[in-house]
Structures are given as structure tokens and as C-alpha cells.
């Protein structure tokens, strides 16, 4: 006979990635709606930002006025430094309470932008965000991926830094590495093509929770 698995002491932690433009932003409240009408408790949130310190430090990293310059290396930092404050101020509290969070953007858009973006070599980006983070990594990352192009033309409206600044050539290194991240780690790397209709895009991100559900049974669809 089977022997259930023990319940988790915690929530599960799921991130929504992918290159500028790809849609996390309208896809993150209508996923987390879904999750909330099956009665769960879901916490949304996204970096950089969220707390007090991060949502000044966002500004600092995406305001394209005054235009100062950054390091690849100050950006890493400063992200790094809003995304432990997200971790301790909201994360970590909300998993412990047994929340669903759902986050868009986390570490992972760190070692794609700073690491393969600005070029700074991956481990160490990687051993940054362990520092930052704790070791807390996500158990689900949906990447929504596109064309780079297609991604840039959507967001022509509302321009950070990154898009501002950044050659096509430094946003193509970055959906790259999405990829390859989510080539070597497919059980934690759910691949969504973000070029299909917003409906498509959910019903697809809704199938990738079922992956959790041996853990989180309310996950399963
Ligand atoms: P935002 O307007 O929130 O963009 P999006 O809707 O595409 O997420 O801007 C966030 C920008 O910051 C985006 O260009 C990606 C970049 N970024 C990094 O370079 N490193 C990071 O660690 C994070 C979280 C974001």
C-alpha cells in the first residue's frame, strides 16, 4: 500500500519568468483568481519591489530619469538586496502560513539579465541570490517565452531601464538563458509559448500546477 506523502510545513513557492513583454504581469492575477475561486490562499507579489525598501530600490534599478550609470555588478547587488527583503518580509512568512505565493520574477531573472544579459559569469550571480535568498528556490518557475521582439513591441508603452538601455542583442542572451535554465532543470521549469492568447497562456500555466499536486494535492486541477 501506498504511504501518503507527510504534508509540507509549508506553501508552495511558484515564480512566473520570462523576457520583457511576455505577459506575467496580466497572467499572474487571473492565475492566482483561478487558484482563489478553489477556496486557496494565495499571496501575488513581484520583484523587484513589494516592501518598503524594495519598491525604492526598484526605482532606482528601472527609472530611465535621472540617467545615471550601473554596473551589471551594482544592478546583481541591488536586486539582490530588494529580493532579501521580499524573502523575509513577505515570502517566508506567507509559505509558512501555508500560502500559495506566486511571484513575478525572482532569482532566476537575475541570472538571466545580469548574468547572461550583462555577461557576469553565472555562478557567481548564482551564489549571490543563495546569499540573498537563503537557499529558498522556487518548487514551480513558469517561463512564458517569446520572441524578443514580439516581447519589446508590447512593452513599447511602458519603458524601464532595461528596455531603454539594452541592445536586442543583450535580450536575446536573456530569453537564451531562460531556456537553457529551463532545459536543465525540467522538473522544476514549466515552458509556456507566450505568443497564444491570454486563455491559452492560463489554461497552460494551470495545467503546469498539477505538477505540485503530489505535494500540494489542493493544486491539482
Ligand atoms: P518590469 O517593468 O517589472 O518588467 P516586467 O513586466 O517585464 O517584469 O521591470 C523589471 C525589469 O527588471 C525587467 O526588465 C527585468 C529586470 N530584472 C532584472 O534585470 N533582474 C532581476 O533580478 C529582476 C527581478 C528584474
Known amino acids: 500500500m501506498d504511504t501518503p506523502s507527510p504534508a509540507p510545513a509549508r506553501g508552495p513557492f511558484i515564480t512566473l519568468e520570462g523576457p520583457d513583454g511576455s505577459g506575467k504581469s496580466s497572467l ?4 492566482a483568481a483561478l487558484l482563489r475561486e478553489r477556496g486557496l490562499d494565495v499571496v501575488t507579489t513581484r520583484e523587484p519591489g513589494s516592501t518598503p525598501l524594495g519598491e525604492r530600490i526598484r526605482s532606482i534599478l528601472l527609472d530611465t530619469e535621472p540617467r545615471i550609470d550601473h554596473t551589471g555588478r551594482a544592478d546583481a547587488l541591488l536586486f539582490a538586496a530588494a529580493r532579501t527583503q521580499h524573502v523575509h518580509e513577505v515570502i517566508r512568512p506567507a509559505l509558512a502560513r ?3 505565493v506566486l511571484c513575478d520574477r525572482y532569482a532566476d531573472s537575475s ?3 545580469q548574468g547572461a544579459g550583462s555577461q557576469i559569469p553565472l555562478d557567481e550571480v548564482r ?5 540573498a535568498t537563503g537557499g529558498l528556490w ?10 524578443v521582439e514580439a516581447g519589446l513591441a508590447r512593452k513599447r508603452d511602458e519603458v524601464t531601464r532595461f528596455e531603454a538601455y539594452h541592445d536586442l542583442a543583450y535580450h536575446e542572451r536573456v530569453r537564451a538563458a ?3 535554465f529551463a532545459a536543465a532543470e525540467p522538473a522544476r521549469y514549466a515552458v509556456v509559448d507566450a505568443t497564444r492568447n491570454p486563455d491559452a497562456v492560463l489554461a497552460a500555466s494551470a495545467t503546469a500546477l498539477d505538477r505540485l499536486a503530489d505535494r500540494w494535492p489542493a493544486l491539482r486541477g
Open 28 to 31: 499572474l492575477p487571473r492565475l
Open 138 to 147: 522556487p518548487d514551480l518557475t513558469i517561463l512564458l517565452d517569446l520572441p
Open 178 to 180: 531562460f531556456l537553457a
Open 111 to 113: 541570472m538571466a539579465y
Open 127 to 131: 551564489t549571490l541570490q543563495q546569499f
Open 98 to 100: 501555508g500560502a500559495i
